[in-house]
């Protein structure tokens, strides 16, 4: 069972234009949302994080929006760089649920930003 | 500031031998400890996860064990490699008390002959 789901196994976007990356989760005790980039042969880095109490988090060019009702999160990359070429992984988190801080990760999403 | 280390970096190993990977976490105390394993074109999967000293908790059936011998240490071992678990396997710590983001290693790359 895939709580975590990242649909769009791969993105392509122009350098200076808007990257949408797309997540669904089905749990709804999940209220703590993460996006990890990911560069070959390395660890998943921090990106930015979002409460369920929020809707949006922005931190530069980076901007995390959570639809509730839809169990449904993104994040906007605006403007990409050809830098921003990775692996976006999407994670959650029951935070209140447990003291495991255990993370649901998705599959994971290829992001490629041509210059 | 907290650093992670994992080692090796990269490892090749015959099927039915032992294996041991290491992680060990700097400038923090009693971390949430995780082992993860990205196989090839897939997502990351947690393996096990420890909220202390001697206390593990395995996500999955599988061929592999963890420890933790001390606070910020976390070992991964295996007596009889498969083929299937080669990987990529990652260490990362979450704060326990603030239950927030978790942070990873470099990532220890498994391949099994």
């Known amino acids: 069972d895939q709580q975590v789901k990242q649909n769009s196994p791969s993105l392509s976007v122009q350098e200076g234009r808007i990257s949408i990356l797309n997540c669904d989760y089905t749990?709804?005790?999940?209220?703590?949302f993460l996006w990890y980039k990911k560069y070959p042969a390395e660890g998943p880095t921090f990106l930015i994080s979002?409460?369920?109490?929020?809707d949006k988090n922005e931190d530069g060019r980076f901007t995390v929006f959570l639809n509730k009702s839809a169990k449904h999160l993104s994040l906007h990359i605006v403007p990409s760089q050809p830098g921003d070429s990775a692996v976006y992984f999407c994670?959650?988190?029951?935070?209140?649920?447990?003291?495991?801080?255990?993370?649901?990760f998705g599959q994971g999403t290829t992001l490629q930003v041509k210059p | 500031s907290q650093t992670i280390h994992q080692w090796p970096a990269t490892l090749v190993q015959p099927v039915g031998s032992p294996l041991s990977l290491e992680c060990t976490v700097e400038?923090?105390?009693?971390?949430?400890l995780y082992w993860y394993r990205q196989a090839a074109g897939r997502g990351l999967q947690l393996l096990f996860y420890?909220?202390?000293?001697?206390?593990i908790s395995s996500e999955v059936p599988q061929n592999l064990s963890a420890s933790r011998p001390q606070d910020r240490q976390f070992i991964l071992s295996s007596k009889k490699l498969l083929l299937s678990d080669s990987g990529f396997y990652l260490c990362?710590?979450?704060?326990?008390?603030?239950?927030?983001?978790?942070?990873f290693g470099p990532g220890t790359r498994l391949l099994v002959l």
């Open positions: 400038g923090t105390s009693n971390p949430n």
């Open positions: 420890s909220v202390g000293i001697g206390q």
């Open positions: 749990n709804s005790m999940f209220d703590y």
């Open positions: 994670a959650a988190s029951a935070r209140w649920s447990s003291n495991t801080g255990k993370l649901i």
């Open positions: 979002i409460s369920s109490i929020k």
């Open positions: 990362a710590w979450g704060l326990a008390h603030a239950l927030e983001t978790q942070y």
